[in-house]
Each structure stands twice: as C-alpha cells, then as structure tokens.
C-alpha cells in the first residue's frame, strides 16, 4: 500500500504545481502594464521611451537673483564674477581666491579705485575695485602684480577677492566708481 500511496502523492503534487504554474501565468497575463515588469523586451515590442534627464544649469551662467542691468556679480559659493552688460549678457566669468572677510549678500557700488598698491597682506596688487566695507576692513577685487593668487592667511583680516591679471584688467576696465556690484551668496 505504501506503494500506490506514494504514487498519488506525486500525480496530486504534479497536478497542484501544473495548477499554481497556470494561475500564476493568467495573473501575469492579465495584470496591467504598471505592475507587471517585462523581464527583456522581444524583438518588436516597444518599449516606453527612456526618461530625459532634466537640463542641468549651466554653472557659467549668470546667477538668476542677482538683479538686472549692467554689474559685477559676486557668487561667494561659487568663488567666481560674472561681468555682466546692460542686455543681460555675461561679458566674461572666472574664478577669483575670496578674502578672509566677506560681504554680506546684497546690492553695492563701486567706490573707489587704485591702480597699483600694496595690499594689507603685504603684496603688491593692481587694478584695485573697492566696493563694500565689513567693519574696518575695505573688500575689493584686485590681482596681485606678480600674477599669483595666494590664499588669503586666515589669521589676517583681509579684504581683498583675489583674481588673475587678465581678469583684473577686465574687471578694471568695465568696474568703474557707480558700476553695481552684486554679491550672491
């Protein structure tokens, strides 16, 4: 008997796998398309079109609150100016070594200018733009003579934004004493 016992066991075994194999392919069959995930597409089945990256901004491009017409933009995060004409047209960008005394965001004008001096770091500098004052110390962009852009020595309250010759001459060219000057943060 334990014979043919065991042989009804293996066809009622057979018949329920059978069974749950032919329920599990009518769910999957009918289930709709959110749910079901095709394991590998077959040759001419469509599949949805790949999701498009969203644009990324460009990083060159003028900061959006940093208001209108013609000025200097200072991105303290980014450690870069954008000198921008009155059509909303970055003229030129690039980066610049910030001083160890910063502005607080906002709106400024150019107040004074120098053009060659020593800086209160002790280095030679030129084409000096002075636009804000924190405290006692004056904040403004210049490059150093020798073409360096050291780093600022944080023991130092100095208040000079750093930058390369060619764009402190650009700089000097186009920041004249009025021109805004807008720091973002």
Known sequence: MARGSSGIVAGLTAAALAAV?????QASANAPDS????????????AAPPQKP??????????EDSDTGARVVYG????????????EKALR???VVPSS?????GVYQVTSRS?????SDGVLIEHVVRFANVGDVSVGFSAAQDGS?????PTMKTGGVRMKRADGNALWTFATVGVKVVVVP
Not at 54 to 63: E, G, I, Y
Not at 101 to 105: A, F, K, R
Not at 149 to 153: A, L, N, R, S
């Open 21 to 25: 194999c032919f329920l599990a392919y």
């Open 149 to 153: 852009m050291p780093t600022p020595d």
């Open 54 to 63: 969203k644009p990324s901004k460009d990083p060159l491009a003028v900061p």
């Open 76 to 87: 303290l995060k980014d450690r870069r100016v954008w000198i921008v004409d009155d059509t």
């Open 101 to 105: 005394v910063s502005p607080l965001p």
């Open 93 to 95: 960008t690039f980066t």
């Open 115 to 119: 053009g060659s001096i020593k800086g």
């Open 35 to 46: 749910v079901a995930a095709p394991s590998a597409p077959t040759s001419g089945a469509t």
